[in-house]
């Protein structure tokens, strides 16, 4: 029972244009979102999060948004650089659980 | 700052043995965490703790023991090792106050043949 969907495996987009990944989630009651990326032989990193308060959280070039009524985020990387070239990975909590769910990741390859 | 540090990195086991993944954090979290990683489906919760003597199941807890003696340490240990349990096995940490993101460690590949 997969709680968090990342249906897109693999995703390729030119380097200065906009990469969009999605997830989607079917527990409602998840309150926070996040962001991992990895890269290889690394552990995850967090790279953005958002709150089930808010539908937009932008920092840089990294933007989240949540579309709570559809179960739905989606990471907007602009303008994309080779070196945004990883994993990534959705995550979400439930409030009083403290426990992480991941989605399965999406590898994002930018080219030069 | 270290912050989540895990040994080994690379470990190859025969099926049978017996080995624990060590995972210490200096950043005086209360929430640790082992998932796993297998190719194509993500990071699965083996098992978590919130705190020094609690811990609780993940999503895949069979085949694995955690214990929390100290707020520093959660290691992981295998019992009887099967090739099921081949995989990437990552610790992380979290302060668990409110709405806030976990650390990783680089993770620990394991083989077992």
């Known amino acids: 029972d997969q709680q968090v969907k990342q249906n897109s495996p693999s995703l390729s987009v030119q380097e200065g244009r906009i990469s969009i990944l999605n997830c989607d989630y079917t527990n409602s009651m998840f309150d926070y979102f996040l962001w991992y990326k990895k890269y290889p032989a690394e552990g995850p990193t967090f790279l953005i999060s958002?709150?089930?308060?808010?539908d937009k959280n932008e920092d840089g070039r990294f933007t989240v948004f949540l579309n709570k009524s559809a179960k739905h985020l989606s990471l907007h990387i602009v303008p994309s650089q080779p070196g945004d070239s990883a994993v990534y990975f959705c995550a979400a909590s439930e409030a009083g659980t403290y426990k992480y769910i991941f989605g399965t990741g999406t590898r994002l390859k930018v080219l030069a | 700052n270290a912050g989540v540090t895990q040994t080994p990195k690379f470990r190859i086991l025969k099926i049978g043995q017996s080995m624990t993944l060590q995972c210490t954090q200096d950043?005086?979290?209360?929430?640790m965490y082992w998932y796993r990683q297998d190719p194509g489906m993500g990071l699965k919760l083996i098992y978590y703790?919130?705190?020094?003597?609690?811990?609780d199941k993940g999503e895949v807890p069979n085949g694995y023991n955690v214990s929390r003696s100290t707020t520093e340490d959660f290691p992981l240990r295998l019992e009887l090792a099967a090739p099921s349990q081949t995989s990437v096995y990552f610790c992380?940490?979290?302060?668990?106050?409110?709405?806030?993101?976990?650390?990783f460690g680089q993770g620990t590949r394991l083989t077992v043949v």
């Open positions: 958002i709150s089930s308060i808010k």
């Open positions: 703790s919130v705190g020094a003597g609690i811990t």
């Open positions: 992380a940490s979290s302060g668990g106050q409110g709405y806030t993101e976990a650390f």
């Open positions: 950043m005086n979290h209360n929430y």
